[in-house]
Every structure is written in C-alpha cells, then in structure tokens.
C-alpha cells in the first residue's frame, strides 16, 4: 500500500500537451522560435535581477543556458529552412512534463 506522502506526490506530476500537430515552415518557425525566445527572455531577466542584487555576482551558469538556447534556435532555424526548401510540412509534438523537484 502506498503512502499518503507518495500518492500526493505521484499527483503532483503533470504532463501538458504544450504543442501538437501538422505546421507549415513558417506556422512550425513562429511556435519554435516564440518558445525559445521566451525562455532566453526568462534567463536574461533572471540574470539582471541577479545582477541588480549584486553587481559582482558570476552569472556563469544563465550565461551558459542563454548560450545554449540561442545555439538550439539557430539548429531549429536551419532544420525548419531545409525542411521549407524541400516543401514539406513539419510535425510538432511537445509535452511539457511537470514534476516535483527532489
């Protein structure tokens, strides 16, 4: 039998179906960049009110992830215009899973 405390948490993971579907190039183009471009948004703001609290702080790691998120959009960008020039559709299945942090 399980635990109160185990069944909460099992509940407490949750699976979104963020984005589904058949795009064109362009419609494929607008979710995948809007999404990236939110989260490298998210990081910069982090990073500056970091910095607001104090000006010598190592930002080191958002820096990183900014990097790295700014790298996956530029592959994103490339993949989604060979995919244009050939003329086909491109399929998007993104979940967002949501978990309890251990």
């Given at each position: 039998m399980k635990s109160k405390e185990v069944t909460q948490?099992?509940?407490a993971t949750q699976k979104i179906q963020l984005?589904?579907?058949d795009f064109t190039p362009n419609e494929a183009s607008d979710v995948i960049m809007s999404l990236i471009n939110e989260k490298i948004s998210f990081h910069k703001l982090q990073r500056?009110?970091?910095?607001?609290g104090n000006h010598k702080c190592q930002t080191h790691q958002l820096d990183g992830r900014i990097?790295?998120?700014?790298k996956e959009r530029e592959t994103a960008h490339e993949f989604i215009n060979s995919i244009r020039s050939m003329?086909?559709?491109?399929?998007?299945?993104?979940?967002?899973?949501?978990s309890v942090a251990q």
């Open positions: 948490i099992e509940k984005v589904k579907g500056l009110q970091i910095w607001e990097g790295e998120l700014e003329g086909k559709n491109l399929k998007i299945d993104g979940i967002l899973e949501i």
